[in-house]
């Protein structure tokens, strides 16, 4: 009987590592990535049973890359295992799809545990969140100003928020360079920013980007 398959994302190499030896009594791994575009184009070649995947990557996010994949196929089961032990992360990252949410300094004791609940259908919460996350689940949800912005314009806001230019965004999204300028001052006149510092901040405060 095959095992399920599952694909690792996380751009420090050494948790990857790691990882792969706490899952491999359990689960076949299918490979290994270091950023969201790249878990992106692999999930489509290799289509893993589950994903596990760190919310702040390179290029692309991890809540923006399974977005990006559940558009595809809306059952594919993510678990996020992740440094951000804030409940609002957790709560993001649920509402967008996914079936878990662990923090990383509990990752030996929960993550098994966590991809087995998502191939069962259920989810699966670090316990010490569980609790203020469902809390925050029974209140009104109060928009986050994000909310407002494409996912075309969220991961062009990343790629600006990490340095990158409009010509290298421009190459790695296959579009010219003056639609990442068009979509720049569509956001900035959008979220009423005016310098490109201040899109920076607006990204880094709203999770898009971590520094």
Known sequence: MSRPRVLLADDHRVVSEGLKYLLADDF???GIVEDGRALVAEARKVRPDVIVADISMPHLNGIEAMIQLRKDNDDIKFV???MHSEPAYAR???EAGASGFVVKHSAPAELVMAVHAALKGQ????PALAGEVLR???EPRIADSADVLTPRQREILQ???EGHSAKEIATTLAISPRTVEFHKYQMMETLGLHTNAELVHFAIKHGIVTM
């Open 28 to 30: 076949e791994l299918v």
């Open 80 to 82: 996020f295992l992740t």
């Open 92 to 94: 993001r990252a649920l």
């Open 123 to 126: 989810t699966f919460i670090t």
């Open 136 to 138: 925050q689940a029974h």
């Open 159 to 161: 790629f600006l928020a």
